[in-house]
């Protein structure tokens, strides 16, 4: 097969998902000093699919709420307003990318599961690590491998030539895309992100979650999602259509300075968190 460059498709940008307009919207109103709860709750309402989904997000097991929040309005109160931004985007993410069809033997639902697998993860490890933003590292696992799901569109007939070449060889992902298109979905992730304007710290987690480029700067953010894909992976959390399991590199480790005897811990509380949260996916 005739190798396409992947720039050509990505410089007609236009065939890339946009996100909805009630993203955008939700951004810029909460740039302004005056955004009331009630602004905010009727900018999300106006797409009810996201507003039931952002709701799901609030109730499941991420919060470990005492009760039930049943109100958007009540939703933005607890979270605030950045987590409530988080939450529209992972929320219309998966709405945007469900309405489009891979019918290549990439299996989506496992995508999804696979991508929430990494976001508790993530979120888990970063909480153990004492970040600041376990949030923003659950969204950055969320949408880790966002590009794979372009090249699974977009990119079908390559795609399954390059699951298939996974399955045979046991080459990772991001190597036989490389072989196949001449970049891997880390630069298609970090593209897309780039379009949405994701913030800077969620396009870098996004672009270097393989840690594969030795020049660029490791965040413990970026480490925390290296370690939770792989942990999920490991866990058969999902599947992003990896065959064998990688090695986690001891320098993700090391930056965030987890007592590697936590890791018993650690894997019980994502297993757990995992099962309670992939209930989002259901529409
Ligand atoms: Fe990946
Ligand atoms: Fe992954």
């Not at 996100?19 to 000093?33: C, D, E, G």
């Not at 990318?97 to 299996?107: C, G, Q, V």
């Not at 992100?193 to 913030?199: D, E, H, I």
Request: aromatic share 6%; charged share 20%.
């Amino acid at each position: 097969m005739k190798q396409r460059k992947i720039e050509d498709i990505l410089d007609s940008v236009d065939r890339l998902p946009t996100l909805p307009t009630i993203y955008t919207k939700l951004t810029n109103l909460l740039q302004s000093p005056n955004a009331t709860v009630k602004m905010i709750s009727n900018v999300i309402s106006e797409d009810q699919a996201i507003a039931v989904k952002v709701l799901k997000l609030v109730n499941s097991a991420f919060y470990s709420l005492p009760q039930k929040i049943g109100s958007l309005k009540h939703a933005i109160v607890i979270s605030g307003s950045n987590q409530i931004r988080n939450l529209v985007l992972v929320a219309s993410t998966i709405e945007r990318f469900k309405e489009l069809n891979s019918d290549s033997s990439f299996n989506m639902q496992r995508f999804w599961e696979h991508s929430i697998g990494c976001a508790v993860a993530a979120r888990v490890l970063a909480e153990t690590a004492y970040l600041k933003n376990p949030d923003d590292v659950f969204t950055g696992g969320l949408l880790h491998d966002i590009g794979k799901l372009v090249h699974a569109v977009y990119l079908n007939e390559e795609f399954t030539t390059i699951i298939a070449d996974v399955n045979e060889s046991g080459l990772p992902v991001i190597e036989a895309e490389r072989k196949m298109l001449g970049c891997d979905h880390t630069y298609t992730g970090r593209v897309l992100a780039t379009k949405w304007n994701l913030s800077q710290g969620t396009v870098d987690m996004i672009e270097h979650h393989h840690l594969s480029d030795p020049s660029a700067e490791l965040t413990k953010e970026i480490a925390a999602v290296h370690i939770g894909n792989i942990l999920c992976i490991a866990l058969d959390l999902g599947s992003g259509g990896e065959k064998k399991v990688a090695v986690a590199q001891m320098k993700a480790w090391k930056i965030l300075d987890i007592e590697l005897n936590n890791l018993e811990t650690i894997v019980e509380r994502i297993g757990r968190l995992f099962k309670e949260s992939v209930v989002i996916l259901e529409s």
